[in-house]
């Protein structure tokens, strides 16, 4: 994956971070409890925030050679679509089997900013 790839993610997921939280706030706040709005919110605020990150890893790789970050990325990818994807499954089904996949999600950010730091770190 390039990094104008990883930047153009980037976008694509801000973009959707946004379009879902107006989409929960005002269309489906007459049809869902406040517990499954929070929980589209929390979904939202993370996919956002590593949105964010795509956005910079990507800005990054413009600039240097360092092939561990694209795999930070596409960690990063997979958390977006394991933890928020079924934050907002569960909120809009209440399929409490997606529940066990939020953590899946969850471990998959934690590994893509662990080896980003490290590949960062080891970057001369």
């Given amino acids: 994956m390039r ?3 990883i930047i153009a993610l980037g ?6 971070s946004v379009m879902i939280g107006a989409f929960a706030a005002h269309g489906l706040k007459a049809h ?7 929980i589209i919110r929390t979904g ?5 925030w590593h949105s964010l990150a795509l956005l910079a890893l990507g800005s990054v790789l413009l600039r ?7 795999l930070s990325a596409k960690l990063l990818v997979a ?11 569960l909120a809009l ?6 529940g066990p996949i939020t953590p899946i999600g969850g471990v998959f950010f934690i590994a893509g900013w662990l080896i ?4 960062l770190w080891r970057h001369e």
């Avoid at 869902?32 to 929070?38: G, K, N, R």
């Fill in 32 to 38: 869902l409890s406040d517990y499954s709005l929070s």
């Fill in 116 to 119: 980003a730091a490290w590949s």
């Fill in 44 to 48: 939202v605020q993370y996919q956002f």
């Fill in 79 to 89: 958390g977006i679509v394991f933890f928020s994807g079924s934050l907002y499954g």
């Fill in 93 to 98: 089904t209440g399929a409490n089997w997606l």
């Fill in 11 to 16: 976008c694509v997921f801000s973009a959707l």
């Fill in 64 to 70: 240097i050679d360092a092939p561990r970050l694209i």
């Fill in 3 to 5: 990094a104008t790839k």
